[in-house]
């Protein structure tokens, strides 16, 4: 079994275990599961056996009900279980289900233990580890949240099996992420394109991925600094995300990798542009093609808007530059606008 502990500056301890199997045989208290329709659908029977007698709640599956209507329905279905400050709440599901769990957790009664059992690629690579809770509102991703770390997360490749390939494909977009942030990964990708959506393969860097962002998340647990680098990619994928609506969260990730890294070769003057160039590749092969997108223009207006900015009228990036090195942007919106409108020409 590999495992990780994170403890950030709080002296807040959450704990990663990863094995093929795991789920079966957990053995922690939990006192309310929650979950989505998909993943109960599924696995009904195993989380009866599991948590025998535990209310469970789930949730409608989908980025749309990332909602607060959900949070609170999620919240009142808490109350009405009468839990207390001394209670569990199991998550188990993807990055969504996470998402909102997570933040349930932190809110209900200012704060009660959350364990992630994350079901997805995505969500076991990157949205249960770090304590990143968050709904989308108004238009805006991930808008109201707080950081919280779970007590624990188990990561289960076995879970992979019952994915869709879009599933595995949007997984993918935060593996290349990492990728972009990390040489040795990046060579393990570049290396093994023919093998991207073999499970065998992935379940083999699973760990290499959490140990990544455990790393950063141990570092700067609230974002204050160096985990903005887990940013890269993510805010023209958020804009995409947020206006042109048809694809996944990750694979706009792959999307936001390829605008930024055209970016980077713009601005960038010790950009290495034959790495860039093989970062974007290995996204295209990923995504199958680089699909028709919504106008740029009203991608751009959502980038204005996006949380991670810092100053009114400019938009803040985080962009590959060269093997496991990346950069902080800050770049005038009219600017930004103008570079995505003519890379997006260029790219789709």
Request: glycine share 8%; hydrophobic share 40%; proline share 3%.
């Amino acid at each position: 079994m590999n495992s990780f502990v994170i403890e950030t500056d709080d002296k807040t301890k959450s704990e990663i275990f990863i094995e093929n199997g795991v789920f079966s045989r957990i053995e922690e208290k939990a006192d309310f599961v929650f979950t989505d329709t998909n993943v109960y659908a599924l696995y009904k029977n195993q989380i009866a056996e599991r948590f025998p007698n535990v209310p469970v709640f789930a949730m409608p599956a989908g980025e749309e009900h990332k909602t607060k209507e959900t949070l609170f329905s999620l919240l009142a279905e808490m109350k009405r279980a009468e839990l207390t400050r001394g209670n569990t709440l199991v998550c188990l599901g993807g990055g969504v289900v996470g998402d909102i769990g997570g933040l349930a957790a932190a809110l209900y009664m200012r704060g009660i233990t959350c364990i992630q059992i994350p079901t997805t690629l995505l969500s076991q690579v990157d949205s249960s580890v770090g304590g990143k809770t968050a709904i989308d509102f108004e238009g805006v991703k991930n808008m109201i949240g707080v950081f919280s770390q779970p007590k624990k997360v188990f990561v289960d490749s076995n879970f992979l099996k019952t994915l869709p390939a879009r599933e595995i494909r949007c997984g993918l977009g935060e593996i290349v992420k990492h990728g972009a942030l990390q040489e040795e990964l990046f060579e393990i990708l570049n290396t093994h394109r023919g093998r991207l959506f073999d499970l065998d393969f992935l379940s083999e860097i699973i760990p290499k991925n959490i140990a990544i962002k455990a790393d950063v998340v141990r570092r700067d647990a609230n974002e204050k600094g160096l985990r903005k680098c887990l940013n890269l990619g993510h805010t023209t994928a958020h804009a995409f995300e947020l206006s042109d609506k048809k694809l996944s969260h990750g694979e706009y990730v792959l999307i936001g990798i390829l605008f930024e890294a055209e970016i980077a070769k713009r601005l960038i003057k010790e950009a290495d542009e034959k790495y860039l160039d093989e970062l974007k590749e290995i996204a295209r092969l990923v995504l199958g093609g680089v699909p028709k997108l919504c106008k740029a223009s009203e991608a751009a207006r959502f980038a204005r808007l996006d949380k991670k900015n810092r100053e009114r009228g400019k938009v803040s990036l985080t962009v590959p530059a060269a093997r496991g090195k990346y950069e902080f942007l800050e770049i005038p919106y009219g600017e930004y606008a103008e570079l995505i409108e003519e890379i997006g020409e260029k790219l789709c």
